[in-house]
């Protein structure tokens, strides 16, 4: 990972003809879900991109007719023969090209994964790189091109409350792995049908998912009757970390004997870094489990920067940009330059061995 | 043809210009001399800037001509959709991506397959030949019955006429491939950034030109199969090949434009014209690698560029619909 160069004075004309980057809002629906799905079709600003399947189910096959969505199919390879954290899916690069490259470019893509299982109902299934939300959010953003013509705005991962309730009740397992990997980096998870739920069926749902998600907003409204304006435009990987948003909070219920299989790890330092020495940390923190680290954001005050530089990034891939930049912050956000941020969301992290070498990094005076 | 000194004097003149009613996603040239121009929501110029079709398929991924009358276009849903055939309904081939022609014969690669048809106006039972290389992303003609299929698990040589492939090599997702069957020569990219330059005769034992953190996707080669060139973010690399197939020397890297490079595509007269993300068209000779010999300008980013079998006229399309065609005239040394 390397820092980002501070931008040459470029000509004004030059600013003008540069396409700006179409936002990209993942969501994973559950099981046969299709109301969300329906809610984003209804907006005209959003171009679908999702399985012929999921289209037919959710009968909006005439989309493509009017040009307002993109068919995909799973095509997975690894762009090192063999190594999972250099999965990417490969459709999704045409897609996305056929989506973008249009006289009048769509304002959203909207990029729907399929869930083959729901709630880990077949663990046969589970290794599927083709249902793999992480595998998506990582070929977003370790493809030049979809670098190019797009940014990744966030992921939304649906839960059905009925079922994750009755799962907890009976103490069976809750999810799919891929389904916790999702959670645990989803920026809004959205949990239908809480509103038939018991008071403490509600709570505790969303204790279970605030286990596994310690960065997102977790919405127990429907937003089928709501609209799903609160689920894009939110710019979640490209500005500083927002950790801690509803800690979980102890309880003596039977789901605290789970340990989360995922964890979330929150680093904070004081004063500004030496930007060598952080580079070589992030890239040790990188190499150390590609396949683990699952989601990556940082705000880190080095030396050479005037502003924080937001690190974002899944699995092998990282990249930067100036928190400075204006697609690196949200419009209502303040400008603040406060600590250095580091939030790492993976399998089997030590902790202790991170805080540890993140402390450990020399500062500059 | 080789190029000779004339190619510094080299001029090029906007024939006409017109604009399509979306994106140019393809273009092509009939032997004759006829252009295709498919737009992104599927309509398509034929020949004329007047002569316009309706939308052909809402998603088009790829077109050719057939001979001079018919062409097909390639849609991932509908299948392959002729015009000039007097056929009403598409010929279903789910997940079909590529289409290409060549002596009578049409070759539509798909999800593992590829679907070998006949004369498409009396033909539409084709003969599928299992690749076991993933979905397509490439396909070319190198030569008699011989095709070449690139997709996800590597790169498939197949034989049309006994309907077998005859070489399949594992590679990690091709993404371009130009073959050049007269020097028995292709290249092809794959996603970890790394060229393959294969002989066809002995597709085993291939070099690799590295030193790319990401894929190539604009990939050229000189019609003698001596010069490869790449095109990655602003740069072009030249890399000369040898005649036994390796490396000769260093390659030439040049900063050729001020944005990403977005097509590139070499002409049979040995000129190489590369476009990028704000419009520009350079055309470049390999006598002089350093400075582009003559340049284009479109309002918006270029999505296609073709060069016609004469390697007199090129087509440029950008992402506006804008279209043009120009002559490209090397000068004549007094």
């Known amino acids: ?365 | 043809m080789t190029p000779s000194v004339d190619h510094l004097l080299t001029t090029a003149t906007i024939d006409w210009t017109t604009v399509l009613p979306d994106a140019v996603r393809l273009l092509d040239w009939s032997p004759q001399g006829r252009l295709l121009a498919l737009a992104a929501d599927g309509s398509a110029l034929v020949e004329h800037p007047d002569r316009v079709t309706a939308p052909m398929t809402p998603d088009p991924c790829d077109a050719v001509w057939l001979g001079e009358r018919a062409l097909a276009v390639v849609d991932p849903l509908d299948g392959l959709v002729t015009a000039g055939f007097h056929r009403v309904r598409p010929l279903p081939f789910r997940g079909a991506r590529r289409v290409e022609t060549h002596g009578g014969r049409t070759v539509v690669a798909g999800d593992g397959r590829l679907a070998v048809f006949g004369h498409l106006g009396i033909d539409d039972t084709p003969e599928v030949i299992w690749t076991g290389i993933g979905v397509s992303h490439a396909c070319a003609h190198v030569g008699g019955t011989m095709w070449v299929i690139g997709g996800t698990g590597g790169l498939a040589l197949v034989d049309v006429a006994l309907g077998c492939v005859d070489t399949r090599l594992k590679l990690p997702g091709i993404v371009a491939l130009v073959p050049r069957g007269a020097a028995g020569r292709l290249v092809a990219s794959d996603l970890a950034g790394v060229i393959h330059v294969l002989e066809l005769r002995d597709l085993d034992n291939g070099t690799e030109l590295t030193g790319y953190c990401d894929p190539v996707r604009h990939l050229s080669m000189s019609p003698d199969g001596r010069t490869v060139v790449a095109g990655a973010d602003d740069e072009l690399t030249l890399w000369t090949i040898s005649e036994d197939g390796t490396v000769a020397g260093e390659p030439t890297c040049v900063v050729a434009h001020n944005a990403t490079i977005t097509a590139l595509e070499s002409s049979e007269r040995g000129f190489l014209a590369s476009g990028d993300e704000h419009g520009v068209v350079h055309i470049w000779s390999p006598l002089l690698t350093e400075y582009p010999v003559a340049t284009l300008q479109l309002g918006t980013e270029i999505t296609a560029i073709a060069w016609d079998s004469s390697g007199d006229r090129l087509a440029c399309g950008a992402v506006s619909g804008e279209l043009l065609v120009a002559d490209i005239m090397a000068g004549a040394l007094a």
């Open chain 1, 1 to 365: 990972m390397k820092y980002p160069r501070t931008p040459p004075d470029e000509p004004e004309t030059e600013r003008i003809t540069r396409r700006p980057r179409v936002p990209v809002t993942v969501l994973a629906p559950d099981y046969q879900q299709t109301d969300l799905l329906h809610r984003f079709a209804a907006d005209g600003d959003n171009f679908v991109i999702a399985s012929d399947e999921t289209l037919a189910s959710a009968g909006l096959l005439g989309l493509i007719r009017v040009g307002r969505a993109a068919v995909i199919a799973p095509d997975v390879t690894s762009r090192t023969p063999g190594c999972e954290c250099c999965q990417v899916r490969v459709d999704l690069v045409d897609a996305i090209r056929h989506a973008v490259l249009r006289r009048s470019a769509p304002r959203r893509l909207i990029m729907v994964v399929d869930r083959a299982t729901a709630n880990g109902r077949d663990r046969a299934c589970d290794d599927d790189p083709a249902s793999d939300v992480v595998t998506c959010i990582h070929t977003i953003q370790a493809d030049s091109e979809i670098e190019r013509l797009t940014r990744l705005d966030g992921l939304a991962v649906e839960v059905d409350a009925r079922s994750a309730s009755t799962r907890l009740a009976c103490e069976l397992r809750l999810w799919s792995e891929q389904t916790e990997a999702a959670l645990a980096i989803a920026d809004r998870i959205v949990v239908t049908g809480a509103r038939q739920l018991t008071t403490s069926a509600r709570t505790a749902v969303t204790h279970e998912l605030r286990m596994v998600n310690r960065i997102g907003r977790i919405s127990l409204d429907n937003p089928t009757e709501t609209g799903v304006d609160d689920l894009v435009d939110l710019d979640a990987w490209h500005r500083a970390p927002q950790c801690g948003v509803g800690s979980p909070r102890a309880s003596s219920s039977r789901s605290e004997r789970r340990t989360p299989a995922i964890d979330t790890v929150v680093l904070t330092r004081h004063g500004l870094l030496d930007p060598d020495a952080t580079d070589a940390w992030l890239d040790r923190v990188v190499a150390a489990a590609p396949a683990r680290l699952l989601r990556f954001q940082a705000a880190l005050r080095v030396s050479t920067h005037e502003h924080r530089v937001c690190v974002r990034g899944s699995r092998s891939v990282m990249r930067s940009q100036s928190e400075r930049d204006p697609a690196a912050m949200s419009p209502l956000e303040p400008r603040t330059d406060g600590d250095s941020v580091v939030v790492l969301i993976g399998r089997e992290l030590d902790r202790h061995s991170l805080s540890e070498r993140f402390a450990s990094i020399e500062a500059t005076l």
